[in-house]
């Protein structure tokens, strides 16, 4: 089953904070994020393991609840480069499924 | 660039044709992934190959085919193509075995079926 991302859509001030959620109804080995812009494909940000490990990325960091099976992505003094769609994607048994998507729009 | 090279870019048939998209991964990374992306949807796995062996299956239809040939570059095989075919069907590599490493992703071979 597919990671359900909320939101669906965002927009920000620069130098504004958001949080992505990303919550599987599955036992999970690990979460990835990965953003895409429009046009592009999708770039690596980071891998979350089991554990509660939480990563950062710049001014991009994450958390991951395996307990509770969900991951959140933490974007904290946004910049007009973080505009793009957000995908989390979460790995379980010779699987990995991603999210609907996340779009965020950082404006001047 | 991420080192992965998907061809054609861009692709137009008709209902009812076949077609091949190709994919050659980052030099060293034995692992190959097949994703389709329709129009503002989230990316489904199709499949993923190891070293040429077939490691796992996602929601790939029985139209659909693919397999790893011993350069490791990889070949998604899309036959009796219908509407509801056409996406962005992106291909990754990574070095791992399974799903726990960096995909690193091609820029997509965009498939539209009239």
């Known amino acids: 089953q597919q990671p359900v991302q909320s939101p669906q859509a965002v927009i920000l001030r620069e130098g504004e904070d958001a949080v992505i959620n990303c919550s599987s109804s599955?036992?999970?080995?690990?979460v990835h994020w990965y953003r895409q812009k429009h046009g592009e494909a999708p770039v690596f940000l980071m891998i979350l393991l089991k554990g509660g490990e939480q990563k950062g990325h710049d001014k991009i960091s994450a958390s991951f609840n395996e307990k509770k099976q969900q991951s959140s992505l933490y974007l904290t003094a946004s910049q007009l480069s973080y505009s793009g769609t957000y995908f989390c994607g979460t790995e379980s048994v010779n699987d990995m499924r991603f999210g609907a998507g996340t779009r965020l729009t950082v404006k001047p | 660039d991420s080192g992965v090279t998907q061809t054609p870019k861009h692709l137009i048939t008709a209902t009812g044709q076949r077609v091949t998209l190709r994919c050659s991964p980052r030099?060293?990374?034995?692992?190959v992934y097949w994703y389709q992306q329709s129009l503002d949807q989230g990316l489904q796995f199709l499949i993923q190959y190891y070293n040429g062996e077939e490691r796992a299956k996602g929601n790939i239809l029985e139209r659909f085919s693919a397999q790893q040939f011993p350069d490791l570059h990889s070949e998604l095989n899309l036959s009796s193509l219908e509407l509801g075919d056409s996406a962005l069907y992106f291909c990754a590599s990574s070095v791992r075995q399974g799903f726990s490493g960096e995909l690193f992703f091609g820029e997509g071979s965009r498939l539209t079926v009239l």
């Open positions: 599955k036992a999970l080995y690990s």
């Open positions: 030099s060293g990374d034995l692992s």
